[in-house]
């Protein structure tokens, strides 16, 4: 059910983010995703405001409606369960000649999960503004109950609520390498500690999953973007290089639990059709190996030996692979200037966008529909 809300959360705030350009804004974006079993409903809002002296100030505002048949949900048999998740979000950024630094928060709240985050960033421009570099750090507090029980937030620990501290830093790198075509490079270090399974999956013959309670998350990752002004084209290119560890050695394992292992490519078209007209056609495929101490307890029952340390259900801890085309139409409302109450929207920009994602794993394909409006002001 999370895995469901992080793809639509994650699709909808990177979309946002990249329409926030410059200047004061407003955005208004629902999406819906619906697979076998889960659908979820997720309705935005996002302001920026932008200061002559330099402090800009944005905030965000969604709600997670999310239905699933699942036990993993929390209840107690197979039938349909309805969680509702609210998050805000408030960000000042302050401007300077050729740098800016920025102080992010947000908090997230459901019946058993809550989460803060804090984050901060700084970008300086070099190079007569052509190159770029920007560092980020972050720190996350999530707190989770179970419902009807005492878990055990750790082996042999029971709590009433169990723990997860995070740790975030990052560094990218853009070049404008001519006045069409661009670069970045990124690296991403993510320190995890506290419980990160699902209070409600059970494992056959053994009961409610354990799984490593600290991982040390990397990635690696590249984009290249080319504009073709002759047929108003633009592609882009990127790939992303992920690998994760128990750090410093697990005594519990003679061998490191996690040591998952993946690789992310993504294309991107984007076409002008008419001056007001602008189509997207994405295509993203993901390979991962499995966690090393992970193996599939539905299709074998008995693959974890008697006295495992850890064992899990998961599906997204299995070797899988996704793929996940997308049709994405932008439409400037300027054509609407003349007609009575619709003039209202002329000054913004409608998007609307289709994504069919296909995955190997039980949960089977999925269809993610997103609608927006942006509204300079």
Not at 19 to 48: C, F, H, K, L, N
Not at 273 to 295: D, K, P, S
Not at 330 to 359: C, H, I, K, N, T
Request: charged content about 20%.
């Amino acid at each position: 059910m999370k895995r469901a809300a992080l793809l639509v959360a994650t699709t909808g705030v990177l979309a946002a983010a990249s329409a926030a350009v410059a200047g004061d804004y407003v955005v208004v974006r629902g999406a819906y995703y619906r697979e076998a079993s889960t659908r979820v409903i997720q309705p935005i809002v996002e302001v920026e405001r932008e200061s002559p002296s330099g402090i800009d100030v944005g905030a965000h505002f969604l709600v997670d409606a999310i239905t699933s048949a699942s036990i993993a949900a929390g209840t107690a048999i197979d039938n349909v369960f309805t969680e509702v998740r609210d998050e805000v979000g408030l960000r000042v950024r302050m401007r300077w000649a050729r740098s800016d630094a920025t102080i992010a928060y947000r908090y997230s709240a459901e019946s058993d999960y809550w989460s803060h985050g804090i984050g901060v960033s700084y970008g300086r421009r070099f190079w007569g503004d052509t190159g770029a570099v920007r560092l980020s750090a972050g720190r996350g507090f999530d707190t989770m109950s179970a419902r009807g029980r005492t878990p055990e937030c750790r082996p042999g620990m029971s709590a009433v609520t169990c723990p997860l501290d995070s740790w975030y830093a990052g560094v990218n790198y853009t070049q404008i390498l001519s006045p069409v075509w661009l670069a970045q490079v990124s690296y991403e270090l993510a320190y995890l500690d506290g419980f990160q399974g699902n209070l409600y999956r059970a494992a056959p013959n053994f009961g409610y999953e354990v799984v490593p309670d600290k991982r040390l998350r990397h990635a690696v990752a590249a984009r290249s973007a080319y504009y073709f002004p002759q047929t108003g084209t633009g592609v882009q290119l990127f790939y992303r290089h992920y690998w994760d560890a128990f750090p410093g050695g697990d005594d519990a394992s003679a061998l490191d639990p996690w040591a998952l292992r993946a690789e992310t490519v993504e294309g991107r078209v984007y076409q002008e059709v008419t001056a007001n007209l602008e189509l997207r056609l994405l295509f993203r495929y993901h390979w991962q190996n499995h966690a090393q101490f992970w193996c599939d307890a539905i299709a074998i029952p008995g693959c974890y030996a008697p006295g495992s340390t850890y064992y899990s259900t998961d599906p997204k801890l299995g070797a899988l692979t996704t793929k996940y085309p997308e049709l994405k139409v932008v439409w400037e409302a300027g054509a609407m200037r003349d007609l009575p109450f619709f003039r209202w929207f002329a000054g913004g920009s409608f998007e609307v966008s289709y994504g069919y994602f296909l995955q190997t794993t039980s949960f089977g394909g999925a269809h993610l529909l997103q609608a927006g409006y942006r509204l300079p002001y």
